[in-house]
């Protein structure tokens, strides 16, 4: 479909996410946008994640009164303003100064949660102090003695929930990355003198600031190594392939409070997270980053729901760039979706400003579908609302 796109850079006058996409286009060096929305090999799981919403029909109701409408969701008890949470994501430094800490913001104003990546550039006892509901999603590395201090770190902040990632124990094959850089972090000439074109983002993120570093590693990397090159080489290097249902039993006896898997995307290992007391599932192929020609999250996300029952908490990520997607997935069987890229387009067009509008967008989007479809609450919906797949 051709559309005209709002080329300026008033990011309050962006209509949709896609606009915000154009605009973090204008303003990125081509290298940070790539990583934004690259996947691996041939990128059809990148495409399916959106093409499998597009597929998703609508089934309204009429003559309904909707004239007061409510989003709000519970999360484990407690109200959230609608039915989205923010994903972690890593190097989001790259995209505005402290780009973690202005998401956490803009989560805490909308009412939503905030889900900090691990390789996080802001410390998570500094995310926690925004007042947001705070979980962090881990990685496994081999060294599990250093591993302890960052749990031992979370729960000290009073983090809600620990977000193990499960789908990185080898990782994806990113062509992009490797045209991009002679090694690791280290641009080849093109991308280099892309670079220079890009002012407003050398003046928001590199100067005076430099490279951003990673925060959260501490226990693993001393400070003189945490920047963004060396730690993707760590980061290369101590992801564990040994990775297994034993060490989720371990996390699970070391954590005391939830502790949800992200990475699951079929039903058997959705019963077996259950079995091992896990509280919740993020259903997710990490964006399509990782294996290709895999299902879409909402694809397997009925199957999941059968074999895990009606109130074990599910959420599914990739491929939502509409609040109308939300609405899709909550009728599916989910209790929420996680914003990946969608937020982030928001926050690399216009730091604070991006990041409230795209989460204005999402709920603005969500309110008026949930009204054409005849609906007042988001409770009500189910799959009634759509036509058979």
Known sequence: MLRRHYTGRDVTRAQNIDELRGMAAQRLPNFCMEYLEGGSDDEYTLQRNRSAYDEIIFRPRTLVDISQRDLATELYGESISMPLMIA????NGLLTHEG???????????????????????????????????????YLFKNRDNLKGIIERAEAAGCEALVLTTDTSVFGNREWDRRNYLA???????????????????????VPHGIPRFCNLGDFLPPEKASARNAATFLTQEMDPSLNWEDVSWLRDLWPRKLLLKGVLCGEDAREAQRRGVDGLVISNHGGRQLDTCPSPIDVLPEIRQAVGPDFLLIVDSGLRRGSDFIKARCLGADLAMSGRATLYGLAAGGAAGADRALAILRSEMDRTLGLLGCTRIEQLNADYLMPR
């Open 88 to 91: 972690p994501t890593g190097f």
């Open 100 to 138: 973690d800490r202005v998401l956490a913001e803009a989560a805490a104003r909308a009412g939503v949660p905030f889900c900090q990546s691990m390789v996080s550039t802001v410390s998570m006892e500094r995310i926690a102090a925004t007042g947001v509901r705070h979980w962090l999603q881990l």
């Open 184 to 206: 690791p972090m280290q641009l080849d000439l093109r991308n280099t003198l892309h670079v220079a074109s890009r002012l407003r983002w050398i003046f928001d993120v590199l």
